[in-house]
Antibody, heavy 122, light 108 residues
Framework: QLQLQESGSGLVRPSQTLSLTCAVSGGSIDSGAYSWNWIRQPPGKGLEWIGC???????YYNPSLKSRVTISIDRSKNHFSLGLSSMTAADTAVYYC??????????????WGQGTPVIVSS | SFELTQDPAVSVALGQTVKITCQGD??????GSWYQQKPGQAPVLVIYGKNNRPSRIPDRFSGSSSGNTASLTITGARAEDEARYYC???????????FGGGTKVTVL
């Protein structure tokens, strides 16, 4: 059974950079036809896709966040990471990592981490 | 950017059937997928592709698609189905994904 677990800074100062890691267990991050995604959910609001990375290292970002986001993958450690710079209060959210099946025309998030809350505050 | 539109809320009587819809141009070329989220929990995949359910999802959940609209139907709603439901799809021309705004389902 695949499992994903987020870890990283839960409290970030305004203007600083958020760093989160998603550890993948029970399966390989090298699995083809899957992307590895970051998704967030501000308090009381809906889900927002942040971006994804494939095993090849190709990454794609939500256009609204593209200038501030970096997603990387470490195949040797079987994990992938999120960096989000210039944090503001609007970035306060629960951050999830998730695997997405990429089988056109089907695309779906089949495994999710439990989520990690991130608060932006001085 | 592309968008998916969902009704904010819907209610259903216990044991009755409810249909939730999701509209967007990307759904003309890509199937939507559906997620159930209960308060304080991570979303759970309930329907993907043409009408596929993960093994742990009961068969009262079903999906369909027509034109630019994807639908999730709960047949014989139970109290535990009360949750917010989100659809998602991939953009027609890029690897970007987007979520609908979510539909709150209340079981009366």
């Amino acid at each position: 059974q695949l499992q994903l677990q987020e870890s990283g800074s839960g409290l970030v100062r305004p203007s600083q950079t958020l760093s989160l890691t998603c550890a993948v267990s029970g399966g390989s991050i090298d699995s083809g036809a899957y992307s590895w995604n970051w998704i967030r959910q501000p308090p009381g609001k809906g889900l927002e896709w942040i971006g994804c990375i494939y095993q090849t290292g190709s990454a794609y970002y939500n256009p609204s966040l593209k200038s501030r986001v970096t997603i990387s993958i470490d195949r040797s450690k079987n994990h992938f990471s999120l960096g989000l710079s210039s944090m503001t209060a609007a970035d306060t959210a629960v951050y999830y990592c998730a695997r997405a099946g990429d089988f056109p025309p089907e695309h779906y998030f089949d495994y999710w981490g439990q989520g990690t809350p991130v608060i932006v505050s001085s | 950017s592309f968008e998916l539109t969902q009704d904010p809320a819907v209610s259903v009587a216990l044991g009755q059937t409810v249909k939730i819809t999701c509209q967007g141009d990307s759904l003309r070329s890509n199937y939507g997928s559906w997620y159930q989220q209960k308060p304080g929990q991570a979303p759970v995949l309930v329907i993907y592709g043409k009408n596929n359910r993960p093994s742990r999802i009961p068969d009262r959940f079903s999906g369909s698609s027509s034109g630019n609209t994807a639908s999730l139907t709960i047949t014989g709603a139970r109290a535990e189905d009360e949750a917010r439901y989100y659809c998602t799809s991939r953009d027609s021309n890029s690897p970007h994904l987007v979520f609908g705004g979510g539909t709150k389902v209340t079981v009366l």
